[in-house]
Each structure stands twice: as structure tokens, then as C-alpha cells.
T-cell receptor
Framework: NAGVTQTPKFRILKIGQSMTLQCTQD?????MYWYRQDPGMGLKLIYY???????DKGEVPNGYNVSRSTTEDFPLRLELAAPSQTSVYFC??????????????FGEGSWLTVV | AQSVTQPDIHITVSEGASLELRCNYS??????LFWYVQSPGQGLQLLLK??????LVQGIKGFEAEFKRSQSSFNLRKPSVHWSDAAEYFC???????????FGTGTRLKVLA
């Protein structure tokens, strides 16, 4: 079972470069999320999506963009990389009906360094 | 704003000792609560979850957690810790009405042989 798949796993970017972190899930989940994890800070929500064509900002959206053209895919775009975006990025997904919560499943993470 | 607090940043226990990791959540209706574990360089794995019903929930790897509404707590326990339990543990809640999962800042567990 693939679950949530993120690519790349590791990447080094130069300041000002752009890149896209890819995320795909094969569980037919309607909700998808991008988090960043910094030491001692836990996970901070960047963007989330409750279905194809619907995205919304989380706690720390500045410097990022997302799209959700299909149920399966939720790419995260960094337009002008900055050292502050050095972090570990996690994509996650869950299936929820109505207003209820459910287990959220994580990818293995993408380690991004901006130099 | 609804939040999750893990008061302990680091905890060290001896192998075989009991463990309790604390988690407090801010007030909110219908809390959906979770504990996740993260080993170094890995993603997050679900240990257990509470949605409703029995307030003592059992999870994988011998972990359990107890939901106490009066204390707004969802503490994680294990009666006898193994060296392989060394990891970082995150408490999380699903926030009804916002579609968001909010995570605590994590507790890093060190196990002494």
C-alpha cells in the first residue's frame, strides 16, 4: 500500500530558486494538508484542501502556494526560496465526512535546505 | 484559538519504567484527539485516537491514553518502556468546523538502558 507519497525526499535550493514538492495519495481521501516541522516547534500547517479545487491557508502560508486539481495530488510550490524555508515538510491526508475528524496519514517527509 | 499543549519538551526514563506524556487541549466541542510517534528521520505514525465512548483507549506498541474532559487532558501512558520507544511524540486534535488538525510541539523521549 503506497498511502501518502512525497517527492523529493531531500533537496538543496539556492536563495531565490523555485521548486515544487509533490504529494500524492491513493486512499481516495478528501482532505489533504501540508505541514512544516522545525525543531522544537512541532508541526505548523501551511495549506490544506478539503477537496479538489478547494484550498485554504493554514498558520504559515507566506512564501508558498498550492493547488488541488485532482483528489490524489496536492503539490506545494515555493516561488522564491528563502533560508527561513529550510525545514522538513510533511504532506498528509485524511477522509472525513461532514464535520467529523478521522485519522490523518502522513508521508515520509521532504527535507529542504535553502542556502 | 483552539490549541494543544504538551508541557514536557524532553522526558528521560529508564528502560522498564512506566511512562506518562502529558497533553492538554483548549476547550472545544467534540474533541477528536490523537497521539502520533515520530522516529528520527521518519514520518508520523498513529499510536491511538479518541473520538467518543470509552475514555481509556488502547493503541499500538502497548500504549494507552485516557481522555479526561474535566481536566482537558489526553495523557499517553505505557507501563513498561522499551529502548525502541525512544522517539518524539505528538498529541493532536481535529478542530471541528475548521477541518484542521492542530499538533502540540512534541515531547522527545529518551530511554536509558
Amino acid at each position: 500500500n503506497a498511502g501518502v507519497t512525497q517527492t523529493p525526499k531531500f533537496r538543496i535550493l539556492k536563495i531565490g530558486q523555485s521548486m515544487t514538492l509533490q504529494c500524492t495519495q491513493d486512499m481516495n481521501h478528501n482532505y489533504m494538508y501540508w505541514y512544516r516541522q522545525d525543531p522544537g516547534m512541532g508541526l505548523k500547517l501551511i495549506y490544506y484542501s478539503v477537496g479538489a479545487g478547494i484550498t485554504d491557508k493554514g498558520e504559515v502560508p507566506n512564501g508558498y502556494n498550492v493547488s488541488r486539481s485532482t483528489t490524489e495530488d496536492f503539490p506545494l510550490r515555493l516561488e522564491l526560496a528563502a533560508p527561513s524555508q529550510t525545514s522538513v515538510y510533511f504532506c498528509a491526508s485524511s477522509y472525513s465526512q461532514g464535520n467529523s475528524g478521522n485519522t490523518i496519514y502522513f508521508g515520509e517527509g521532504s527535507w529542504l535546505t535553502v542556502v | 484559538a483552539q490549541s494543544v499543549t504538551q508541557p514536557d519538551i524532553h522526558i528521560t526514563v529508564s528502560e522498564g519504567a512506566s511512562l506518562e506524556l502529558r497533553c492538554n487541549y483548549s476547550y472545544g466541542a467534540t474533541p477528536y484527539l490523537f497521539w502520533y510517534v515520530q522516529s528520527p528521520g521518519q514520518g508520523l505514525q498513529l499510536l491511538l485516537k479518541y473520538f467518543s465512548g470509552d475514555t481509556l483507549v488502547q493503541g499500538i506498541k502497548g500504549f494507552e491514553a485516557e481522555f479526561k474532559r474535566s481536566q482537558s487532558s489526553f495523557n499517553l501512558r505505557k507501563p513498561s518502556v522499551h529502548w525502541s520507544d525512544a522517539a518524539e511524540y505528538f498529541c493532536a486534535r481535529f478542530t471541528s468546523g475548521t477541518y484542521k488538525y492542530i499538533f502540540g510541539t512534541g515531547t522527545r523521549l529518551k530511554v536509558l538502558a
